[in-house]
């Protein structure tokens, strides 16, 4: 199957517009159980009515396992922003009240936070042991209300059309866990390149909500060595390095 020249070309996947649908190819490295494990988080979010891209099939192309979704025509908010800050905190408004939408959503169905962080943890390659089982021992620590949480929210995963209706797409980190830490975790995203954006976003999250910066930054240490074991090119690991020991002196 010819599909084009792919538009977006990623760790995971290659994505294609095609018929007026989107293909998501993933590539070869990935569990062959990837297209379905994303797929269902994705269907899963779809069911709950918040406004996310439809899958339409699950499949194999030309030997590589592939989703099918809904194509939804617009520009991601984070485009738009970068390209004028003038409209950074108008942007983030719409953005914190689409988050906080998705955090009133209890998530039982959906995998377990705590299980998703844990592996994290406990695989990356930039920590001692010790200071996994300190980290984890934190997680476990933690207490909270199981809600629905994105796992990646930034403005260049919000899809925004002409007549203004906002997609959330990218739900394969989504979990079931505390609203905190997905704060926490969009909060450390904006930080690696832009620590106005991120005072921005968490700003106008805590006067909304009512919740404390200190409520958030428990979570710090956690997210940043989660975030350590994605081994993200763009990611500085000495920064996650400071957060953990910030909390957790060696």
């Known amino acids: ?105 209890v998530a039982d169905s959906f995998e377990p936070m705590i299980d998703r962080l844990r592996h994290q943890i406990a695989r990356t390659i930039y920590l001692e042991e010790q200071h996994k089982s300190q980290l984890i021992a934190k997680l476990e620590s933690m207490t909270f209300e199981n809600r629905l949480c994105h796992g990646d929210y930034h403005l260049f995963n919000l899809i925004i059309t002409e007549n203004d209706k906002v997609t959330i797409i990218d739900w394969v980190d989504s979990s079931a866990g505390d609203i905190r830490a997905d704060i926490y975790r969009t909060y450390l995203l904006y930080s690696q390149f832009s620590e106005e954006l991120a005072e921005l976003y968490l700003r106008l999250y805590l006067e909304k909500s009512g919740l404390s910066k200190k409520e958030i930054f428990e979570w710090a240490p956690i997210m940043a060595a989660a975030r350590l074991s994605e081994n993200v090119s763009t990611e500085n690991s000495e920064r996650l390095m400071e957060i953990i020991h910030h909390y957790f002196p060696l």
């Open 1 to 105: 199957m010819n599909l084009g020249v792919p538009f977006a070309n990623g760790y995971t996947a290659e994505i294609f517009l095609h018929e007026g649908r989107i293909f998501k190819v993933f590539k070869d490295h990935l569990p062959l159980t990837e297209s379905m494990y994303e797929a269902n988080k994705q269907s899963l979010a779809y069911s709950l009515g918040l406004n996310v891209p439809k899958i339409i099939d699950v499949t194999k192309i030309n030997g590589k396992q592939a989703i099918i979704m809904e194509y939804v025509k617009g520009k991601t908010i984070g485009e738009i922003v970068s390209k004028n800050m003038d409209r950074a905190e108008y942007y983030m408004n719409i953005s914190v009240d689409i988050q906080r939408k998705i955090h009133k959503v």
